[in-house]
């Protein structure tokens, strides 16, 4: 069993938008995104979690996300050498440790958007008390903690895939009343950001909870659109 997907819009189009998005959504759900900004002449790149994936496996989540790294890396080296020079990434809730991921990585990823992120991988589901309160539960009966959850995501989590951010464009969408990555999460990583002196935009929701934000967030279109296309 296959642990991602990935869909293509815009295949013959010049410029480079890799897209990761949350798990459960499924790659077809975004596929307005893909062609709104296939229509702007944008080749998008949408990788999605299978459902199956995200269980209390601490190591069954991390190997799809090696797995969709490794396969985004390739993606790039096959693309053409002028297509290799402005790439831009679109992380979406828990797919958003990947364009932290890729963009750290790789010279060539210049824009980050990042729909919903958090510092840290194991405190954001260290919090799930309330809504998730059976997966945490789950977890602790396998005897894991959050010590050992930031010891073996340490490589997912954003606050550590930073260092070579500094020059590159970033947008960080953040909601107050989000139940799922916690507020405190995107200022702990905004901190982070600013500790680095690395540039952002930030786009707050003080209204609405994660999903209904992050559905406001991908169908307000011009404020993405206009940060991809900035200079």
Same mark, same amino acid.
């Given at each position: 069993?296959?642990?991602?997907?990935?869909?293509?819009?815009? *295949?013959?189009?010049? #410029?480079?938008?890799?897209?990761?998005?949350?798990?459960?959504? +499924?790659? =077809?759900?975004?596929?307005?995104?893909?062609?709104?900004?296939? @229509?702007?002449?944008?080749?998008?790149?949408? /990788?999605?979690?299978? #459902?199956?994936?995200?269980?209390?496996?601490?190591?069954?989540?991390?190997?799809? /996300?090696?797995?969709?790294?490794?396969?985004?890396?390739?993606?790039?080296?096959?693309?053409?050498?002028?297509?290799?020079?402005?790439?831009?990434?679109?992380?979406?809730?828990?797919?958003?440790? &990947? @364009?932290?991921?890729?963009? !750290?990585?790789?010279?060539?990823?210049?824009?980050?958007?990042?729909?919903?992120?958090?510092?840290?991988?194991?405190?954001?589901?260290?919090? =799930?008390?309330?809504? &998730?309160?059976?997966?945490? !539960?789950?977890?602790?009966?396998?005897?894991?903690? $959050?010590?050992?959850?930031? !010891?073996? =995501?340490?490589?997912?989590?954003?606050?550590?895939? $930073?260092?070579? $951010?500094?020059? +590159?464009?970033? &947008?960080? /969408? @953040?909601?107050?009343?989000? *139940? $799922?990555?916690?507020?405190?999460?995107?200022?702990?990583?905004?901190?982070?950001?600013? *500790?680095?002196?690395?540039?952002?935009?930030?786009?707050?929701?003080?209204?609405?909870?994660?999903?209904?934000?992050?559905?406001?967030?991908?169908?307000?279109?011009?404020?993405?659109? #206009?940060?991809?296309?900035?200079?």
């Amino acid at each position: 069993m296959n642990s991602f997907t990935k869909k293509i819009y815009g *295949e013959k189009n010049s #410029r480079i938008l890799i897209v990761f998005s949350s798990w459960p959504i +499924k790659s =077809w759900y975004l596929w307005f995104l893909g062609k709104l900004l296939a @229509a702007h002449n944008f080749k998008v790149i949408i /990788y999605s979690l299978d #459902r199956h994936i995200f269980q209390p496996d601490p190591i069954l989540i991390a190997n799809p /996300y090696a797995l969709i790294k490794k396969d985004a890396i390739n993606s790039i080296k096959s693309f053409p050498k002028r297509q290799q020079n402005n790439i831009s990434v679109l992380g979406i809730s828990l797919g958003s440790p &990947l @364009a932290f991921i890729l963009a !750290n990585e790789l010279h060539s990823v210049s824009k980050i958007i990042a729909n919903l992120s958090g510092a840290d991988m194991a405190q954001i589901v260290w919090s =799930w008390d309330n809504i &998730l309160n059976g997966f945490k !539960n789950k977890l602790r009966r396998k005897r894991w903690t $959050l010590k050992k959850l930031q !010891n073996i =995501w340490f490589d997912l989590s954003p606050i550590n895939n $930073l260092d070579k $951010l500094r020059g +590159k464009k970033i &947008l960080l /969408y @953040a909601a107050e009343k989000d *139940e $799922l990555i916690p507020f405190t999460q995107a200022r702990e990583l905004i901190q982070a950001l600013d *500790e680095r002196s690395i540039k952002y935009q930030t786009v707050v929701n003080i209204r609405h909870n994660h999903v209904v934000s992050c559905l406001i967030n991908i169908l307000k279109f011009n404020t993405y659109l #206009r940060f991809l296309n900035s200079k």
